[in-house]
């Protein structure tokens, strides 16, 4: 997947160096070396490329990162998180550019993951969202989802995330509207931040010369009103993160009311467009922005939808599971080598 963990981590490469060059993996390596991806090859090339940290994307790239790769790219070193990434076979793959000192780390954003986000797309349980105390399953999700029989890896598996002003500050762009510049509002759940809300506010930003596109973004009780189910997969917090790290966005208004009013389109002075998130039901209030004759229904080109991908999940439940156990057995592994080496050294 593609998450805003992974964006705090490019935010933080970007500020070790002058020039962010992201690699990413071919569907075929990924599933040699972690199992199957939830997003194809393409559609992660376009996230990646939409996060407003990253300058140039290099698809197709290798699993294993060696100094070959770096000075394809004239890269001086290469960033990755605190946390380890192993081969198949069980080996750290980047090694080699360890070894050569051309490697940095960043820290892991604690409370996301991919296993856990898995997780919660296939429990039917809203605890991971609501202000009610977890119910059981979740509770037995936290404790074992993505934990192998042997132990828990420090590196897979669930924590809880969060919220702090300053990592607010860290992804906002902190730039108010210019003289000149269209402010366009938007609204939804922005559930999942995935490529069709890619393309729709890639389209949304096309629309003016020089766009200053504001995100509404519904609470989590709203969204699951409309939504129902386990829905939102992710909460507030967690989508707020999601769609200030796109290039596209200047500003997030966090708990957007649901219904479009005179109040929100004067206190932002939206210009006359307002799109809108095709995820969220067609019967949000539009009555204020229609009458103004500033509305504008933004057609993103793409079919994916949240509920979409849940359902690639759930149709590889057993795949994943499996993925996720192996990946804790190999890190247990590493973890047992590197105690071993600490105790040979005493």
Known sequence: MVHYGHSNQLRQARAMGDYLIVGVHTDEEIAKHKGPPVFTQEERYKMVQAIKWVDEIAPGAPYVTTLETLDKYSCDFCVHGDDITLTIDGKDTYEEVKTAGRYRECKRTQGV???????????????????????????????????????????????????????????ASGKEPQPGDTIIYVAGAFDLFHVGHVDFLEKVHQLAEKPYIIAGLHFDQEVNRYKGKNYPIMNIHERTLSVLACRYVSEVVIGAPYAVTADLLDHFRVSPCTGMDMEIPVCVSLQEPKRRGIFQLVDSGSNLTTDLIVQRIIKNRLEFEARNQKKEAKELAVLEAMRRLEQEKH
């Open 113 to 171: 993951s991919t296993t856990d986000l898995v997780g919660r797309m296939l429990l039917m349980t809203k605890a991971h969202h609501s202000n009610i105390d977890e119910d059981l399953d979740y509770r037995k999700h936290t404790d074992n989802f993505g934990k192998g029989p042997k132990g828990h890896s420090p590196w897979t598996g669930v924590s809880q995330f969060l919220q702090t002003s300053q990592k607010i500050i860290q992804f």
